[in-house]
């Protein structure tokens, strides 16, 4: 039996309702960022590049083509041209805003997220946006990008600032969320985030503020910087690329995987929620990693025969183990399943699959 489609992310709860349709999440990070020209001839005149008046009827001909599958939204995407031949770009501001919740006063939260340019924060910004609220965020920029976030700038109810933490930033708000990514050796990996949680909680008992703590476990979905590294952002890639796909040691050693929509519900959940005790947030379903590169190569496999790709038959290779790799990951989300209500409802073949699409997307319009 297939997986059940899944058409709103979200909950009405805690006086909070986060309920948004998927397919707009979608049109949001599965849309092209511009699109291919019909026609992408440029002429050299005086030093400068000229491009050749491309006819409005081909182009958006084009872009239609390339939005298929987001029906309702084609009017709130980018129609910036990307030229092959020249591996150029012609960058337009003609885009209209996708349509946000109107709220009342007393409803909309003014809401800053630091690190809002990253993987999870983009889509934590997505999420808040469409439910109407007035949106900051503050990013240095070091692992995060603009582009996930530019489809917001302009927008009355967005705010970026480039900014980091570490330095003093003053504003006030409702709330404030925080997204860390820290750098370097494993042990400042786990110290780092131990010690963030030592000072959060010396704040509470010391200055009585109100706070939150979420232990993210291994979290995917699009918007991953495919050079991090990370397993599946490395799996998807190579497949889709014809490539070895790298299994470390004998593959055997298990994690778990959460989509990046169940993990915005819960991180919102439980920021409306009393709870001021940790709260893991992760997928308790285990596979052994060399399971997982398997599974990756076959939706691959399939996402490219639906697209009528003939791309090749990819082998998965060892490779020796890294120091220090866990044998095992899996969370206890005991907690969040009874005090929030939570519990993932993404399988992991409809986040990889999701994903597959993203990077195809991404490796077409020549910027992966």
């Known amino acids: 039996m297939g997986d059940l489609e899944i058409t709103t992310v979200g909950h009405d709860r805690f006086g909070f309702d986060s309920v ?7 049109s ?3 849309r092209p960022h511009y699109i291919t020209s019909v026609s992408s001839k ?3 005149e005086g030093g400068h590049n000229v491009e050749n008046d491309d006819d409005d009827d081909d182009i958006d001909q084009e872009h239609r083509k390339m939005m298929s599958g987001f029906h309702g939204n084609i009017s709130y995407q980018s129609k910036s041209i990307y030229h092959p031949d020249t591996r150029s770009i012609s960058y337009t501001t003609l885009s209209r805003f996708h349509p946000v919740r109107l709220l009342s006063t007393e409803k909309r939260k003014r809401i800053l997220v630091t690190g809002g340019a990253g993987f999870v924060g983009s889509h934590l910004v997505d999420r808040l946006m469409l439910l109407g609220h007035e949106v900051t965020v503050l990013d ?5 990008s603009k582009t996930t976030v530019n489809h917001w700038i302009g927008h009355p109810n967005f705010e970026l600032v480039r900014h980091d933490v570490v330095e003093p930033f003053m504003i006030e708000v409702d709330r404030t969320w925080g997204h860390v990514n820290p750098i370097g050796p494993r042990a400042c990996y786990d110290e780092g985030k131990r010690v963030a949680e030592t000072l959060t909680y010396g704040f509470h008992r010391q200055d009585n503020v109100d706070v939150r703590v979420a ?4 979290t995917f979905g699009p918007r991953m910087n495919p050079a991090d590294g990370r397993v599946v952002s490395n799996f998807i890639v190579q497949a889709l690329k014809g490539e070895d796909m790298t299994v470390y040691g004998d593959g055997q050693q298990t994690r778990s995987f959460q989509y990046i929509h169940d993990l915005v519900d819960g991180l919102i959940l439980l920021m409306n929620s009393d709870e001021t005790r940790p709260v893991n947030i992760g997928n308790g379903h285990e596979f052994t990693i060399l399971e997982f590169a398997k599974m990756v190569k076959e939706i691959v496999a399939k996402v490219q025969r639906e697209d009528g ?14 120091t220090d790799d866990p044998q095992k990951r899996r969370p206890d989300t005991t907690r969040a399943k009874e005090v929030l209500g939570w519990q993932p409802h993404w399988t992991v073949a409809m986040g990889v699959e999701e994903m597959v699409r993203y990077y195809k997307a991404k490796i077409a319009e020549g910027s992966l």
Request: proline share 8%; glycine share 6%; no cysteine.
């Open 140 to 144: 240095n920029f070091f692992t995060g």
């Open 28 to 30: 949001l990070y599965l």
């Open 20 to 26: 948004v349709p998927v397919n707009v999440l979608r």
């Open 42 to 44: 440029v002429n050299i």
């Open 215 to 218: 232990r993210i476990f291994n």
């Open 309 to 322: 790709i003939s791309g090749r038959d990819v082998r998965i290779i060892n490779k020796p183990m890294p």
